[in-house]
């Protein structure tokens, strides 16, 4: 049994064409997009810079476009984005290399936990398609796991 997706708008603070804006942050794994959600102080830019340790690439930090309009989505650089990523307590720290754009192919909740130790399989829907998001609030740990996931998949239950 798979609950409902949740619909994007959930995340979206502004529209231009099929271009939604998302206050998130964005990393890219093997080229593949990873999409970090949450409220300000969540952890979004601690995530990222932990899987940018392993090898992620910085898409986005603090805000990063999403164009629904194919599929796959698309992750996009703001065209003013800065190689900086916030790392709380010490500042704006030097990304390194970054990526302009990767198609979406995982989200990251931060504001919900999971509910299970083997969680119900979550999306979000974009239009006909869906991605599946993962409820992660208050999860530590998750960098190596997401990884992981993103280059070898997840098994089916």
């Not at 300000?40 to 910085?58: D, E, F, N, Q």
């Not at 194919?70 to 916030?86: H, K, N, S, V």
């Not at 999306?123 to 993103?150: C, K, Q, R, W």
Request: hydrophobic share 50%; aromatic share 2%.
């Amino acid at each position: 049994m798979h609950p409902e997706p949740d619909p994007i708008a959930r995340w979206v603070t502004a529209r231009k064409g099929t271009a939604l804006w998302l206050n998130a942050t964005a990393v890219a794994v093997d080229g593949q997009g990873l999409l970090l959600l949450g409220a300000p102080g969540t952890g979004k830019s601690t995530l990222a810079i932990a899987m940018m340790a392993l090898g992620a690439v910085l898409i986005s930090d603090d805000g990063v476009w999403l164009q629904s309009g194919g599929t796959p989505a698309i992750l996009e650089r703001p065209e003013q984005a800065r190689d900086l990523i916030e790392a709380r307590g010490i500042g704006l720290i030097r990304s390194g290399p970054t990526i302009a754009r990767a198609p979406l192919v995982l989200a990251v909740d931060l504001d919900r936990p999971a509910t299970a130790r083997l969680p119900l399989r979550h999306t979000i829907a974009l239009g006909d398609s869906t991605v599946p998001l993962i409820h992660a609030a208050g999860e530590h740990g998750l960098a190596p796991a997401l990884l992981l996931m993103m280059r070898q998949g997840r098994a089916e239950p």
